[in-house]
C-alpha cells in the first residue's frame, strides 16, 4: 500500500507561482511513476504532468515550460513547481503514483489564480 498526500496549494495572482508537493509513504518502492492531474471546477479531472521512475518527464501543452515535475528520493516527494500561472490552472490538484498492480491517489490540493 502507499499513501499521498498533497499540500502547497492556494491563491495566486495571474503570473505568480505556487510549488505544490506529493509526500509518499508505505511501499514506494514499487512505484513506477508519479503523476499530477487537476481538476477545473466544474470539469473532469485532467492529465499534467508525469515523472517516470528513471527520471524522464512529460508535460500537458498548455503547461510545457511553466510547470516543472522533480522528484527528491530522500524525502520521497514529488513536486510541481506552477510559475506564470494562468486563471485557467485554477483546479483541484491531485497525485496519482501507479505500481505494476495499483493505482494510488492523494485527497487532492486547491489552487485558486485570480486577481
Known amino acids: 500500500q502507499v499513501q499521498l498526500v498533497e499540500s502547497g496549494g492556494g491563491s495566486a495572482q495571474p503570473g505568480g507561482s505556487l510549488r505544490l508537493s506529493c509526500v509518499a509513504s508505505g511501499t514506494i518502492s514499487s512505484l513506477q511513476y508519479t503523476r499530477w492531474y487537476r481538476q477545473p471546477p466544474g470539469k473532469q479531472r485532467e492529465w499534467v504532468a508525469t515523472i517516470l521512475r528513471g527520471g524522464s518527464t512529460n508535460y500537458e501543452d498548455s503547461v510545457e515550460g511553466r510547470f516543472t515535475i522533480s522528484r527528491d528520493n530522500a524525502q520521497s516527494t514529488v513536486y510541481l513547481q506552477m510559475n506564470s500561472l494562468k486563471p485557467e490552472d485554477t483546479g483541484v490538484y491531485y497525485c496519482?503514483?501507479?505500481?505494476?498492480?495499483?493505482?494510488?491517489w492523494g485527497q487532492g490540493t486547491q489552487v485558486t489564480v485570480s486577481s
Open positions: 496519482n503514483a501507479e505500481s505494476s498492480r495499483d493505482s494510488y
